[in-house]
């Protein structure tokens, strides 16, 4: 058989492929431990050192070599992601919401809110700008025309996770808090919100990690003052130095440690919702 | 139901609708429609003003660059397309057909996204120590022999951007194509064995149509992505390539607006026709 063949040469084909993703990384990684400050960006590795680690956080002394512009601009991708987050999560739960429903004209707003996701950043981005700037003429901020663009980015994605959610949801469980009297207010926040709270959760984590990591919208849509992308762009342009390395490896865990807090939260709900479930088998 | 419930059904759906409809309408269609308007306008050297004319566009159909640049964003995009297509699949074919039990699919298949959590600008910078004239690949090949001197054109060159966009975007091919394989029932497969089928058969009669919906969703990705870049190619090339993007980038950095609009509208159709001419192909609505 063809497949006794075919399968190890495909296993050491996706051993080749996850190396291929993971290469530049690994390579990245080994670099940011370069001697500092005379060691460039490239190989050999003069001496190991964590020196571009310290020179990250200001700990060593001044050199040529100017530390990257990230403070501010951490905290401002922190705040800016977090009113995207909340945002679009919100809308993105109501319109899932609704689609549950049938109603005339569902088409053209499912294909409406897609879009979002859809439209490459460099238009939306444009787009943006040229209103703000031609028309309306206010200055371009992160916190109002970036935050605007990054809504209509992350918003289609809240939607989707929840529809898939909501999808798969037992409607009775609500019927049967509307039979006995509650509001549909009161149902949606004592019922349905608990029970898709996990799909939320997903939603909004999808929301916030492509908000922090967005770049063309911001790139034309925020004015001076830069956000953590447009910071790491900005070296860009000069010569680079290890110290870019160090920070895409700190960068890199603190997204692995939102991902392991995503990954207690939900835990959290899982158990709490199968406790609920034993206490409704007791009673 | 009642007509008076039917009624105040009609206002919730309304309402939960009206704010996600109303954002969509002012912050993304009012804007793309910006762009085709503010191509019409006048450019002066600091500023625009809306008195309509053809000039921009003339300008950019007279300008050897930009329509050199419409030309190179079409190649790239065929190159990149190809590649994380004929990359992609094979690791698609593994990972949602091969692999029989569900737990490693699942983790390779996390193995593929985890990367998506480092800053995409990260991502793009992590190919230059590893291309470079001193980097990883050729310090590699010349230690084991193949080369005798470093291979120069891997860095700041067209290949180097499609290296990079290819391994940046290759997931998107991967994921979809994988989603499709791993619902072909193995009974199918099982039942043309027994008819006497090869492999080679087996695939392109029934794996292959049954993962095209697939392979059009992934191609979806891959192209309004790479023909929206202007990241990679702008870190990558050292400004050797530009693509419509780049110059979007340039000329509204120079305040020249009525430009990087033109150059909007033209990606804007671009991307319309690609997508209609995949959405062709397959009927996405019915497949999934």
Redesign the interface.
């Known amino acids: 058989?063809?497949?006794k063949v075919?399968?190890p040469i495909?296993?050491v084909?996706?051993g080749l492929?996850?190396l291929?993703?993971?290469?530049?990384?690994i390579?990245?990684g080994i670099?940011s431990f370069q001697q500092g400050p005379e060691g460039g960006?490239?190989?050999?590795i003069i001496e190991w050192s964590t020196y571009w680690y310290r020179h990250l956080f200001g700990l060593t002394p001044p050199s040529r070599i100017a530390p990257l512009p990230v403070g501010e601009a951490l905290v401002r991708s922190l705040t800016l992601a977090f009113m995207t987050m909340v945002t679009a999560t919100v809308?993105?739960v109501?319109?899932a919401?609704?689609f549950r429903?049938r109603?005339r004209g569902a088409g053209i707003?499912f294909y409406?809110?897609v879009?979002?996701m859809?439209?490459?950043?460099?238009?939306?981005g444009?787009?943006?700008?040229?209103?703000a700037?031609?028309?309306v003429g206010v200055e371009r901020h992160w916190w109002s025309t970036a935050f605007?663009?990054h809504?209509?980015y992350t918003?289609p994605f809240a939607?989707l996770v929840m529809l898939a959610i909501l999808n798969r949801f037992d409607g009775s469980v609500e019927e049967a808090s509307w039979s006995l009297g509650v509001s549909?207010m009161k149902t949606f926040r004592k019922v349905t919100f608990p029970l898709i709270f996990p799909g939320v959760l997903s939603a909004m984590l999808f929301a916030f990690?492509l908000s922090f990591?967005e770049?063309?919208r911001t790139?034309?849509a925020s004015g001076r003052d830069q956000t953590?992308?447009l910071a790491?762009?900005g070296t860009?342009s000069v010569e680079?130095h290890p110290n870019?390395?160090a920070?895409?490896v700190m960068?890199?865990l603190f997204?692995?440690a939102?991902?392991a807090v995503y990954g207690i939260l939900m835990g959290l709900s899982v158990r709490r919702a199968k406790k609920m479930a034993m206490q409704e088998d007791i009673a | 139901m009642t007509a008076t419930s039917r009624i105040r059904q009609k206002k919730t759906t309304f309402r939960l609708l009206a704010p996600g409809v109303v954002w969509m309408i002012l912050f993304l269609i009012a804007p793309i429609m910006m762009i085709v308007y503010v191509s019409f306008w006048t450019q002066t050297t600091f500023a625009i003003n809306s008195s309509l004319t053809l000039d921009s566009w003339k300008n950019f159909f007279a300008s050897e660059a930009y329509v050199g640049a419409l030309w190179t964003t079409i190649r790239l995009w065929l190159i990149v397309l190809t590649l994380t297509f004929v990359i992609g699949y094979p690791a698609a074919l593994y990972v949602g057909l091969m692999v029989k039990s569900k737990t490693i699919s699942t983790v390779l298949l996390v193995l593929c996204v985890i990367p998506f959590w480092t800053s995409f600008l990260i991502r793009v910078l992590a190919w230059r120590p590893m291309l470079g004239k001193e980097g990883a690949i050729n310090i590699i090949l010349l230690k084991a022999g193949i080369i005798h001197t470093p291979i120069e054109v891997l860095l700041f060159s067209e290949l180097s951007v499609i290296i990079g966009m290819t391994q940046i975007y290759v997931v998107f091919m991967v994921g979809p194509i994988a989603f499709m394989l791993g619902r072909i029932d193995h009974n199918i497969i099982e039942a043309a064995r027994d008819l006497g089928a090869g492999f080679g058969r087996i695939f392109w009669k029934i794996i292959f149509p049954l993962s095209l919906p697939g392979v059009v969703v992934g191609a979806i990705f891959v192209s309004v992505m790479v023909l929206g870049e202007f990241a990679t190619s702008g870190a990558l090339s050292g400004r050797k390539v530009n693509l419509l993007g780049n110059i979007i980038v340039t000329q509204v950095g120079s305040l020249k607006w009525a430009m990087a609009s033109v150059v909007g509208v033209i990606l804007t159709i671009l991307l319309g026709i690609v997508v209609a001419g995949f959405l062709r192909i397959v009927d996405l609505k019915r497949e999934i």
């Open positions: 058989m063809e497949s075919l399968k495909l296993a084909y996706v492929f996850i291929f993703l993971y290469g530049p990384f390579v990245l670099l960006p490239q190989f050999p809308l993105g109501m319109a919401q609704a429903k109603f707003v409406l809110i879009l979002g859809m439209v490459p950043g460099v238009l939306t444009l787009g943006t700008s040229l209103l700037n031609n028309v605007l663009a809504v209509v918003f939607f549909p990690t990591d770049f063309p790139l034309f953590l992308p790491i762009y860009f680079i870019i390395f920070f895409g960068t890199t997204s692995f939102l991902l």
